[in-house]
């Protein structure tokens, strides 16, 4: 059974940082890619950041040069670290995993996990 557990996630001011983690188990970790999307209510889920098996990555332009996606094969895990926030970064950070994705307009999106809150506000 595939589990991706995300943790890390809280309130933190704008300008502040956060460092996103995610645990995955029943997959072979590093022949996926994983991803980070986000979501706000009333709106659709955002592809945030997603790496490649081969450590390429990719991001949304609202988060480059804020963000950045790592991998961690020997431990399963993926992180997103997450600097000069915004009060727009306020959402609900899905970890994903998957083998199919697009620079163009897909992440990873097989495996998703529960989910871990962010709130940017003073």
């Known amino acids: 059974q595939v589990q991706l557990v995300e943790s890390g996630g809280g309130l933190v001011q704008p300008g502040g940082s956060l460092r996103l983690s995610c645990a995955a188990s029943?997959?072979?970790?590093?022949?996926?890619?994983m991803g980070w999307y986000r979501q706000t209510p009333g709106k659709q889920r955002e592809l945030v950041a997603f790496?490649?098996?081969?450590?390429?990555?990719n991001y949304t332009d609202s988060v480059k040069g804020r963000f950045t996606i790592s991998r961690d094969d020997a431990k399963n895990t993926v992180h997103l670290q997450m600097n000069s926030l915004k009060p727009e970064d306020t959402a609900v950070y899905y970890c994903t995993a998957g083998k199919d994705y697009s620079f163009r307009t897909y992440g990873p999106r097989d495996y998703w996990g529960q989910g871990t809150q962010v709130t940017v506000s003073s």
């Open positions: 029943g997959i072979i970790f590093s022949i996926y890619a």
């Open positions: 790496i490649t098996s081969r450590d390429i990555t």
